[in-house]
């Protein structure tokens, strides 16, 4: 049984957690089939970018799938973790940018699930939050490293330590969301943002998404050699020279993603 419906819509791949009723919880095998469709999207030269929500309006994705987690044993928990860290690992190793559309709720592992993704765009009524504390746990998927890396420490302690939920104007503000959209239109916002990347460079695009990533935990010295070196990338690319030249001839570039 698929949990994740794909469409592709020109070079953005559209994404959609197909569990509406249960408010797109995070299962076992659907974490599993993130880390498959990042993996295809990488493989395929025709997506420029993924855009991710929920089906319906009233979730993007509520968190972990509790029922499944009952009868579990303390190691099986354990095993859980290491799968989630893999599936939300393979969407930022991804070399396509990944855009979450935040339609509706995006506690726990949803919230981690978005944060994960490169950009998020969120709708009006939309709320995020790391809620786990409030069931005796912590953030498990990542969401304590990296909320704060995308809001700042002391304000990652402030949503973690309390549990609060916010709202699409408290995400913008804090640096959570990076677009509020018009009221039910999240989807469609986010892929318009995924078709201006599209429109760039594949092979800068992916590059600078690495140097982006790799930066983080370099010191300054070491990140600056680490973008260098990846510059060597679009420098040698066919991409580059006809960058060069559409901009010569005043037309759009013909991007052949090498």
């Known amino acids: 049984m698929k949990h994740l419906l794909v469409e592709d819509r020109g070079a953005v791949r559209l994404l959609t957690i197909d569990g509406e009723k249960q408010l797109n919880v995070l299962s076992r095998a659907m974490v599993a089939e993130l880390g498959e469709e990042a ?3 990488a493989r ?6 993924v855009v991710i929500t929920g089906a319906g309006t009233k979730a993007f994705c509520a968190g972990a799938n509790l029922k499944e987690r009952q009868g579990w044993t303390e190691d099986d928990v354990r095993r859980w973790l290491v799968e989630l860290h893999e599936g939300l690992r393979a969407i930022e190793r991804c070399p396509k940018p990944w855009i979450a559309a935040v339609n509706g709720l995006a506690l726990g592992g949803g919230c981690e699930l978005s944060l994960a993704c490169d950009l998020r765009v969120v709708d009006p009524a939309a709320q995020l939050g790391l809620t786990e504390v ?8 990542g969401g304590t490293v990296r909320l704060a890396r ?12 309390t549990a609060r939920r916010v709202d699409a104007a408290e995400a913008l503000q804090l640096g959570l969301a990076n677009r509020v959209s018009v ?6 916002a986010a892929v318009d943002l995924a ?4 429109a760039n460079a594949p092979v800068g695009v992916a590059a600078a998404k690495e140097a982006l990533e790799d930066a983080w935990d370099l010191s300054l010295d070491a990140a600056l050699a680490r973008e260098r070196e990846l510059y060597e990338r679009p420098l040698l690319s066919e991409d580059r020279l006809e960058g ?15």
């Open 195 to 198: 078709e201006q990347i599209a």
């Open 183 to 188: 009221a039910g239109q999240s989807v469609a």
């Open 150 to 161: 995308v809001i700042g420490l002391g304000r990652a302690r402030d949503l973690i330590l």
């Open 44 to 49: 395929d030269p025709a997506v420029r970018a």
């Open 39 to 41: 993996a295809r999207a």
């Open 244 to 258: 060069l030249r559409a901009f010569a001839e005043k037309r759009s570039p013909r991007w052949l993603g090498r």
């Open 134 to 141: 409030k069931i005796g746990v912590i953030p498990g998927g």
